[in-house]
């Protein structure tokens, strides 16, 4: 048992370790699309770039991260389309570059958002679920 201590031990001090390097690619950047439509309210975007993983984060690295210059547009089941205007507006608790007009959300519709960046299409359809009744047993 003692013989076993003393090779427990040496094995514990004269172990190796090796550093390791990971090198992580540093690829494009891609669009980033935030977005949301309600019932009762146009649809919002917040339409950006990808930002490098490890690099610094500031004001100024954020604003050159907005994209101001696609197309975005948004229709609904009938065929209705609405462009989406540039405007960069600040809540509480979203951020938006692009926001709708003439399309406001319905319960139980479904919307399709297309986004043109140059020779870039980028699209997503959605659909609105209908809100469950609110009952005093679900309020418990």
Not at 27 to 33: E, I, S
Not at 71 to 76: E, Q
Not at 110 to 117: A, H, N, S, V
Request: charged content about 20%; some cysteine.
């Amino acid at each position: 048992m003692k013989y076993l201590n003393y090779i427990l031990i040496s094995f514990l001090f004269l172990s190796c370790t090796k550093e390791i390097e990971i090198i992580i690619p540093n690829n494009a950047t891609q669009f980033v699309v935030n977005g949301y439509i309600e019932h009762g309210e146009p649809a919002k975007i917040l339409l950006t770039r990808s930002l490098p993983y490890f690099n610094p984060v500031n004001d100024d690295i954020l604003d050159q991260s907005l994209i101001n210059d696609a197309v975005v547009v948004i229709s609904d089941e009938n065929n209705n389309r609405d462009t989406l205007q540039y405007m960069l507006e600040n809540t509480d608790t979203w951020i938006s570059n692009y926001l709708g007009s003439n399309i406001i959300g319905q319960e139980e519709s479904t919307y399709r958002l297309e986004i043109f960046k140059g020779d870039t299409v980028v699209w997503a359809v959605t659909t609105i679920p209908k809100l469950a009744p609110i009952t005093p047993d679900s309020l418990r």
